[in-house]
């Protein structure tokens, strides 16, 4: 069961559409099921020429908005649609009677057996819903409170699912994206947008926090992409951003100007101080930065990762402090090498990723020869920082291997992702949050770096299933992790030159991830984001051509059946020379500068 709440500012014109033959003829036989009075004494007559007479209807519903003058809302028409599933079985008018009073006395404006509460009726004119009018005016002189009350509403539908044995819906737990608007579907139709740009805007605000490590990195990838970004500024600190909008270039509004949306529009885990605290979380001690880790990278995506960034950071510095100390920013671990007549002259660096283990460390002629701190000096002489930046990006460019070798690393870290969070299936469901949050990251880069339909599918049909309820943030896992970092590799890698074979490697390793969600979100009694989970499911076999199972051998999951299934893949990956099987959870050990031997 489903409604929507509408406000408006006249009751009498609102009745009598009800009552009337409605847009399309669909109005039949239209009368009153419930109300503040009984439904015979509230029931508008019929005069002597066929017609019905609203007058007293009309009078006992605006007379508490008179009494409360000029303290009512702007719009004190409070107009609630219910409407039942096609499946669900027809009510009687008494059933429905008793609907419309469960949902006035759960969102507290007529509470059972408060004679002072707001006025209202709810009409029939169909099988399958009815329409709740309510003036927001007590009848003891005050004004109700209709605070939150689309989440009241959703809670005592499904108090009314639970009562009458109808068809289950979601709740009203802000898993679920905000959806577009009828007259944005509209607009979209009409200049022939494949979809409104609510939605294309949140994919693109979603792809570009996964990609990033930084707030910087974050606003850069959205204006990447085109999208028109507008940053909104504190006066109280010179500088402070405290939240963004986002736009497309051709959304214009009736004045001309761009449509834009922050990012709580588009989704509640969008927001600035969202990512800000997801970035902080991710990144330990050092707020905004994600942290470079070397564990499920091979030595060629280790080289390759640590010379993309080491070339980024000679980008956008102009100092050989500045630039170890970007390098430190980005988590990485340094070491420098100091003259021996001078002891106080750096005259060259060493990078490592953190893995927990012994680093392996790369000089800068190691990983380039122009990133040679002697090199790297010489371009910050002889250049400025736009012809600095114009130069080096050419050079971000991966060759074939190594690109080759950023898919197989992800994939491999989508395995262990979905080894760890087999772990919590007969165990805790609810410690694989994280890792349920992030595979949304991999699944939204994956779409965006491969370009295919079926996946960005996929990855928008995922998209419920990723958020735990009602905006919560989870802690940081090393399943989380892996994804987060899996979606890195893709968006370092690129769009280019990536091979067949690699690509249903991926995605077979996906597939397996969010099977694994699925039963997850199950055993944690949430229907409509394990829905979601099998609807990417489908997407994604559509990509690999395999054959969805059908849904009548879907076994619902237990804890018992999971452990005498013995779980057909291991407790952790097995143990071999790759990065893959440290299992570790020890934090990475922090980068400081030391001088070499």
Known sequence: MIAKVMRGKRVPGLIRYLYGPGRRNEHRDPHIVAGFDAPAALEPPIGRDGKRDFRRLDALMQQPLDLLGELNHPKPVWHVAVRAHPDDPVLSDRQWGDIAAEIMGRTGLAPAGDDEAVRWLAVRHADDHIHIVATLARQDGTRPSVWNDGYRLRAACRVVEDRYGLRRTAPADRTAARRPKRAETEKAERVGRREPARSALRRHVVTAAAGARTETEFFDALAAEGLLVHKRHTERIAGAVTGYAVALPDDVGPSGRPVWFGGGKLADDLTLPKLRRRWALEGGDRPGSRPLSGRHLSARTARAVLRTTVRRAAEEARTTHEFLDLLERQELLVRCRYSRLNPEQITGYAVA?????????????????????????????????????????????????????????????????????????????????????AASDALHVAAKVTGNQHLR?????????????????????????????????????????????????????????????????????????????????????????????????????????????????????????????????????????????
């Open 457 to 597: 599918r996929a990855a928008d049909s995922y998209d419920r299933a990723a958020r735990s309820p009602y905006g919560r943030i989870p802690h940081p896992t090393s399943a989380g992790n892996a994804l987060r970092f899996a979606a890195r590799l893709l968006a370092l890698a690129g769009k280019q030159n990536h091979t067949t074979v690699s690509i249903l490697v991926l995605l077979s390793r996906l597939i397996a991830l969010v099977e694994t969600i699925t039963q997850i979100r199950l055993l944690q009694q949430r229907q409509a984001q394990a829905d979601a989970a099998r609807r990417a499911i489908q997407h994604l076999r559509n990509v690999t051509g395999t054959a969805t199972p059908r849904p009548e051998a879907t076994v619902q999951p237990t804890s018992a059946r999971l452990a005498m299934a013995a779980f057909p893949t291991l407790w952790a990956p097995a143990s071999t020379s790759t990065h893959v099987s440290r299992t570790s959870s020890t934090p990475p050990r922090q980068a400081s500068r030391r001088r070499a031997p």
């Open 353 to 437: 990723l953190a893995d927990g283990e012994e680093p392996t460390w790369y000089t800068g002629g190691q990983l380039a020869d122009d990133l040679t701190l002697q090199r790297i000096q010489r371009r910050w002489e002889t250049s400025t920082p736009d012809a600095t930046r114009g130069l080096a990006a050419p050079a971000y460019e991966l060759t074939p291997e190594e690109r080759q070798a950023f898919y197989d690393d992800a994939a491999r870290a989508a395995a262990y992702a979905t080894s760890q969070i087999r772990r919590h299936l007969a165990t805790n469901p609810y410690a694989a949050e994280d890792a349920c949050w």
